[in-house]
């Protein structure tokens, strides 16, 4: 469950959305339809940097009117922190959330004495997110960006995005055809929006890709990265009034899916993360 579907009316949050600044003085009077749009985008995109790799993903890419509906159809979240998180922080996923530090302990480890990030609270992310990398998407993300950039709602935005995209696949993280997420672009198991994933994203399985679809050590570590990366203080509480609490906000600024993850990552480390002993 992405950021975005979650919590979109809310908050235009988190790895999904604060961290995308506009890139381009985009313009919204595509008069000449989708296709002048991305002619024109393009032309961008070269001063930008963006390689002919790159802007052959655009090569044959329509509109999506799906993700132009999905983006119409929010409304606003009301739902109160308790029935938010009662119904997030369900048995089984806080069972498979416990199994999760177990298989990947030494990782975490890892992970944390690297970016300063407790496991409990990049599984808590990990989990609610995506249930842990089952469910994060179909969709093309080169052609929803390109949609949404193209749309007159949030142009500069998603043009930022839409770069961003194009610079993954410049650097050989992944394919065009592999970029596959929700409708609004976010990508992988713990639903980085192209410009968090350019920022962010780190290879931490070694093999020389930042991939966040499908390999588990990358997605961790480039979620603790992109805490930290918002400063994340090392050793200190999560919980509201603790110093990270700020830190969860800017994965996602919606209050009530703040406090969800902070009590989640509370559960799976098994006691309060004001008590943690200093690392």
Not at 40 to 47: R, W
Not at 81 to 93: C, P, T
Not at 173 to 198: R, V
Request: charged share 25%.
């Amino acid at each position: 469950m992405s950021n975005l579907n979650v919590c979109f009316a809310v908050a235009l949050a988190g790895a999904v959305l604060t961290a995308a600044a506009p890139s381009m003085a985009a313009q919204c009077d595509h008069k000449g339809g989708f296709n002048a749009f991305l002619s024109d985008y393009k032309k961008e995109a070269v001063a930008q940097g963006i390689s002919p790799r790159g802007l052959s993903a655009l090569d044959g890419v329509t509109a999506d009117p799906a993700v132009i509906a999905a983006d119409r159809r929010q409304h606003v979240f009301n739902q109160t922190f308790e029935q938010f998180s009662g119904r997030m922080i369900s048995k089984s996923r806080l069972v498979k959330g416990e199994k999760m530090l177990l298989v990947h302990a030494s990782m975490l480890q890892r992970i944390e004495k690297q970016f300063g990030v407790p496991g409990a609270v990049v599984v808590a992310i990990w989990g609610l997110e995506t249930d842990y990398g089952v469910v994060h998407g179909k969709r093309s993300v080169v052609r929803s960006v390109a949609t949404l950039a193209f749309d007159c709602r949030r142009t500069d935005r998603f043009h930022g995005e839409l770069t961003s995209a194009l610079r993954i696949i410049d650097k050989g993280d992944m394919a065009s055809n592999q970029m596959i997420g929700e409708w609004a672009g976010e990508i992988g198991q713990t639903q980085f929006l192209p410009s968090s994933y350019d920022k962010y994203a780190v290879d931490f399985d070694g093999d020389r890709r930042r991939d966040l679809v499908h390999s588990v050590p990358d997605v961790l570590a480039s979620t603790a990265n992109y805490l930290k990366g918002h400063g994340w203080q090392r050793g200190q509480g999560w919980n509201p009034g603790e110093p990270n609490f700020d830190v969860i906000k800017q994965w996602n600024k919606a209050e009530v899916y703040a406090k969800t993850i902070a009590l989640f990552a509370d559960k799976l480390d098994g006691r309060k993360s004001s008590k943690r002993a200093q690392r």
